[in-house]
C-alpha cells in the first residue's frame, strides 16, 4: 500500500497508467484479508485452552464471523 501511496501523490517523478497499480492493490487487498481471517481464526481457537464449552462458543462466534465476512465481501 505504500508504494500506491508513493505513485499517486503529487511529484512522483515517473508516469504511471491505471494498470500499474492493479498488483500492488491485490497484493495488498489479499494480505489485509489473511490478516484478517488469521485474527479470526486465533480468536475462536483460543477459547479452547480455557475449557470445551468455552471452546465451542468461540468456534462457532469465529465461524459466523467469516461467514459474514466472506458475505459482505461479496
Known amino acids: 500500500m ?3 501511496k508513493m505513485m499517486t ?3 512522483y517523478p515517473l508516469k504511471i497508467a491505471e ?3 492493479i498488483l500492488p492493490r491485490v497484493i495488498g ?3 489485509f484479508l489473511f490478516g ?3 485474527l479470526i481464526a486465533m480468536i475462536s481457537l483460543g477459547g479452547w485452552t480455557k475449557s470445551k ?3 465451542r ?3 462457532f462466534v469465529g ?3 467469516l461467514l459474514l465476512l466472506l458475505f459482505f465481501l461479496t
Open 2 to 4: 505504500t508504494k500506491i
Open 9 to 11: 501523490t503529487e511529484g
Open 19 to 21: 494498470g500499474d497499480l
Open 29 to 31: 487487498v489479499v494480505s
Open 36 to 38: 484478517v481471517i488469521s
Open 53 to 55: 464449552s468455552m471452546g
Open 57 to 59: 462458543f468461540t468456534t
Open 63 to 65: 465461524i459466523i464471523t
